[in-house]
């Protein structure tokens, strides 16, 4: 059973415009979220994570929100980059311990 | 952050055949993780691997099938034994490298396994 759902598995936005990749799960216990960013050839980096006592964190050009009571996640780049362009996972950790990660979204930023 | 490396990058083998992907760390860490990434489908975590105790499987997944050895900290081997087509996946190892709670992990580059 997937726990963690991505279910745009691509995306395109031109450069300079706002990014939203979104993220839903089915566990309420989860205690953490994190988005990772993943290069074809290269694992999987972090970018920014939440702790589910929060609903917004900031950094840079990346916003992710989290809506508890619709189990829902999403991370915003503002402004978007050709240099954004790869695939992103959102993860979701259970008793800081155990990690669920989505499908992934390709995300294609266009010049 | 932990720079990790995995080898070989890609194979392609014949059915039936085992394949050994190893995982190396520039660190000391305790705990080690491997990872599935089937086409479309989630990351999928397989086993940890602990320094000194046996690995632990994820439900799915058996040690028969994929035997992991953890010899000392920074070193981790993931066996994809009998392998058939439906083991075609990117494999990827990881790292907590500041321990559970932290919250963060860092990926090998992962290993794409072809079995025809």
């Known amino acids: 059973d997937q726990q963690v759902k991505q279910n745009s598995p691509s995306l395109s936005v031109q450069e300079g415009r706002i990014s939203i990749l979104n993220c839903d799960y089915t566990n309420s216990m989860f205690d953490y979220f994190l988005w990772y960013k993943k290069y074809p050839a290269e694992g999987p980096t972090f970018l920014i994570s939440i702790s589910s006592i929060k609903d917004k964190n900031e950094d840079g050009r990346f916003t992710v929100f989290l809506n508890k009571s619709a189990k829902h996640l999403s991370l915003h780049i503002v402004p978007s980059q050709p240099g954004d362009s790869a695939v992103y996972f959102c993860?979701?950790?259970?008793?800081?311990?155990?990690?669920?990660f989505g499908s992934g979204t390709k995300l294609n930023v266009k010049p | 952050s932990a720079v990790i490396s995995q080898k070989p990058s890609r194979d392609i083998c014949q059915r039936g055949t085992s394949l050994t992907i190893q995982c190396q760390v520039d660190?000391?860490?305790?705990?080690m993780f491997w990872y599935r990434q089937q086409p479309g489908q989630s990351l999928t975590l397989i086993a940890t691997?602990?320094?000194?105790?046996?690995?632990t499987y994820e439900s799915g997944f058996v040690i028969d099938k994929f035997p992991i050895s953890r010899p000392n900290l920074t070193f981790s081997t993931l066996t994809v034994s009998n392998m058939s087509p439906e083991d075609s996946s990117i494999y990827l190892c990881s790292v907590e490298p500041w321990g559970p709670g932290y919250n963060e992990q860092f990926f090998g580059p992962g290993t794409r396994l072809t079995v025809l």
């Open positions: 691997a602990n320094q000194g105790s046996e690995a």
């Open positions: 660190s000391q860490v305790t705990m």
């Open positions: 993860a979701a950790l259970y008793n800081f311990n155990k990690f669920y």
